[in-house]
């Protein structure tokens, strides 16, 4: 999340201050302009590529930077999602006293030496329920090598770990920014090594997630396309698939696709893309590497309706190849009604976590499918 610099109530920027200020991607056309219009100065087009310029020339009042700030406020980056399954011992308690107080000190300060923590992390009991557990985690990064309203970084991140009681369960890391994804995993770690010295998670277990290497290209199709148009869900209803990442892989393509030969990504948006003869069609699917798929759904949750699209894949598979892990985030979100900055934020909250909770159900069936045919 970006944060205002600590002595922005001090600084009236102007010229080149000013250009790299306004040419955020948070700070609106629409807020510049009004500036521009007040001031009588009116261009044929709202393209920041024209009207930073003509901003750069004038020396703003105290009052109108008040207003690009106010535009540029705090922007909550979108979170992303990594959960993993675990078996704890049966009839235990998760919630140990002790242990609930993670110090991470030594680790911040030899891996993330330009971050700090806001708060101590400390896991608590989710609605009382002793077996489901939720620590969050504030992040502060500074780097003196950016600009200067670009220095200071807030990062939030959760970690949860939830016993169902029939000794199966999930850890789950919610995270927006690499620092605070490698924190919480860090923690993570912590905290099963001392469950395990307790027994309350066998001393072999260990952490299920979902890899990539894990599936054969036509398994990971089957696996994508169940995440979408066969949810059992009360909730969602997928309404269509927008964006596809694949590639072809390094073998001699059917003649239908031989096109793709000489491409190493291809990244395909638009409407419908399920329909695509050489998606739909299974036969080209032991030839196509896909790894990331951008689906939109309608909901009713709770009382309130609308749209969001849910980004699926494994983001890291063009670095870690086969070691990629699977991830998912809601990139955009919108209700019939108008919610403010908070209420929005619980809800695309509670539905990321509904849609885990999916994906973990489609992945557990699968295994089984999977189990059964072999």
């Not at 044929?44 to 109108?64: G, I, R």
């Not at 099963?192 to 890899?211: F, M, T």
């Not at 609308?306 to 983001?315: A, I, Q, R």
Request: proline fraction near 3%.
């Amino acid at each position: 999340m970006n944060t205002e610099h600590k002595d922005i109530q001090k600084i009236l920027p102007y010229g080149e201050q000013l250009r790299g200020f306004a040419n955020q991607k948070y700070i609106t056309t629409a807020e510049l302009n009004r500036i521009l219009r007040e001031r009588g100065i009116f261009s044929l087009t709202s393209d920041k590529d024209f009207t930073v310029p003509l901003l750069q020339t004038l020396l703003l009042s105290p009052k109108e930077f008040d207003k690009i700030r106010e535009s540029f406020s705090t922007r909550e980056d979108n979170r992303k999602v990594n959960s993993s399954d675990i078996n704890w011992t049966n009839n235990t308690q998760i919630l140990i006293p002790e242990i609930m107080n993670v110090s991470v000190d030594d680790f911040i300060k030899q891996k993330l030496p330009t971050c700090s923590l806001e708060k101590p992390i400390r896991f608590i009991p989710v609605d009382n329920n002793p077996n489901h557990l939720k620590a969050e985690i504030s992040l502060k990064r500074n780097d003196i090598n950016k600009s200067w309203y670009e220095q200071t970084n807030l990062f939030e991140s959760s970690i949860e770990f939830i016993n169902d009681d029939k000794g199966k369960g999930r850890i789950i890391i919610s995270h927006t920014a690499p620092e605070t994804k490698e924190l919480a995993e860090f923690v993570v770690k912590k905290q099963v090594q001392e469950y395990k010295s307790r027994n309350i998670i066998a001393p072999k277990e260990e952490l299920r997630k979902i890899i990539f290497k894990d599936f054969t290209n036509e398994e990971r199709f089957v696996f994508f396309f169940r995440l979408t148009n066969h949810l059992q869900c009360e909730y969602f209803s997928c309404q269509d698939i927008k964006d596809i990442s694949i590639k072809p892989e390094d073998t001699v393509l059917p003649e239908e696709i031989k096109w793709m030969e000489e491409l190493n990504k291809i990244l395909l948006s638009g409407k419908s893309l399920d329909k695509k003869e050489f998606i739909k069609d299974s036969k080209f699917h032991q030839h196509l590497i896909l790894w990331s798929i951008d689906a939109s759904f309608s909901y009713a949750y709770k009382g309130e309706r609308g749209l969001f699209t849910v980004s699926f894949g494994f983001p890291d598979y063009t670095s870690k190849k086969e070691n990629a892990e699977f991830e998912l985030n809601i990139s955009t979100l919108s209700s019939t009604k108008t919610l403010d900055i908070r209420a929005k934020k619980l809800l695309k909250a509670q539905l990321l976590s509904e849609m885990d909770k999916q994906k973990s159900i489609v992945y557990n069936n699968f295994l089984e499918y999977k189990n059964k045919k072999n």
